[in-house]
């Protein structure tokens, strides 16, 4: 069934191709990280007040992983501790950094009323797989091991990203169901989750819109170590054969969008191995658009559901 595209997607789709903004995979890796950037500045909405935004350092095993520590007005606590969202922004794995995703997470502390750590990990191809999810990984468990320090209940540790920090999320919490530490909920948004591109949604010329098909080409081959990582769970995480005994998730697709499949198979997935799943599909939305709340008014419901649920999560 042909896609048909939400009336404000579609002016915003239309806005960017009249602007003659050149396509991610015709540019170096540097012009890419500064052309997204700016485009926030046209697309994020008026971040809320917090209490706090910190900068943070994280030990790695190739140096200090820079974080970003955000604390609402409004924060959950008992006996002074309070729930935590990591969060790995997206970008397809070369570009993003805190900044490209500061108001959404902003926005998550404020609509989760807990704490968000963004994790501005290694990009590719200066750092190719696994760099980014070794970051991913000693993040999630320097915070846990040192959730006291930070104000943290280590029992309500949640992972998330959007893309490219969705798959990375769900990476951490399979790995976290063997190593530890104990994950409370994973927050998926249009995660990438097979690096096969063989779903039908890779295949339709309707979901070509922000996200292309030759732009996830191009994010995949900076990426990856050539053709043997595809099928590394680490990877392609819907390679793990048992879901089984994962936390609870909220998976999130948008209807035009090339990962769209993948992130509804994974979620059945999930579902049909026992996790407790809620799902959420946005049938006129592409792929990106939670971070466009100025002009996008579906951005700003996306991100109230994320935080309804992970209030009602933990």
Avoid at 100 to 118: F, K, N, W, Y
Avoid at 202 to 222: G, K, Q, Y
Avoid at 255 to 283: C, I, K, Q
Avoid at 294 to 302: D, H, M, N, R, Y
Wanted: aromatic share 8%.
């Amino acid at each position: 069934m042909p896609v048909s595209l939400d009336p404000d997607a579609a002016a915003v789709l239309n806005a960017f191709r009249e602007a003659g903004r050149p396509p991610y995979e015709t540019l170096s890796p540097v012009e890419a990280r500064q052309m997204y950037l700016a485009g926030r500045v046209v697309t994020n909405p008026e971040p809320p007040e917090l209490a706090s935004v910190d900068a943070l350092a994280i030990p790695g095993r190739a140096g200090s992983i820079p974080a970003r520590v955000y604390r609402p007005l409004t924060l959950r606590e008992a006996n002074g501790l309070s729930p935590c969202l990591v969060f790995f922004h997206g970008g397809g794995w070369v570009i993003g950094n805190l900044d490209s995703h500061d108001v959404v997470c902003r926005t998550l502390a404020h609509e989760g009323q807990l704490i968000v750590i963004s994790v501005d990990y290694r990009l590719a191809p200066e750092h190719r797989f696994p760099a980014a999810v070794e970051d991913a990984i000693a993040a999630t468990e320097w915070i846990s091991n040192n959730a006291g320090s930070l104000g943290i209940d280590a029992a309500g540790l949640f992972v998330g990203g959007d893309s490219a920090g969705g798959n990375l999320a769900a990476v951490v919490a399979i790995n976290a169901r063997e190593a530890g530490p104990k994950v409370a909920g994973q927050v998926l948004i249009y995660p990438a989750t097979d690096f096969s591109m063989s779903h039908p949604s890779h295949s339709e010329p309707e979901t070509s819109a922000l996200l292309t098909h030759s732009v996830i080409r191009w994010f995949r081959d900076h990426y990856l170590n050539g053709a043997d990582g595809i099928g590394d769970w680490r990877a392609s995480p819907a390679r793990t054969q048992n879901l089984s005994g994962l936390p609870p998730a909220f998976v999130l697709t948008a209807g035009a969008d090339p990962l769209r499949d993948e992130g509804d198979e994974f979620a059945v997935r999930l579902g049909n191995a026992g996790v407790p799943v809620t799902y959420r599909t946005y049938p006129g939305q592409f792929h990106g658009f939670i971070t466009m709340g100025k002009l996008l008014p579906k951005a700003g419901e996306a991100m109230r559901e994320i935080g309804n649920w992970l209030k009602a999560t933990h």
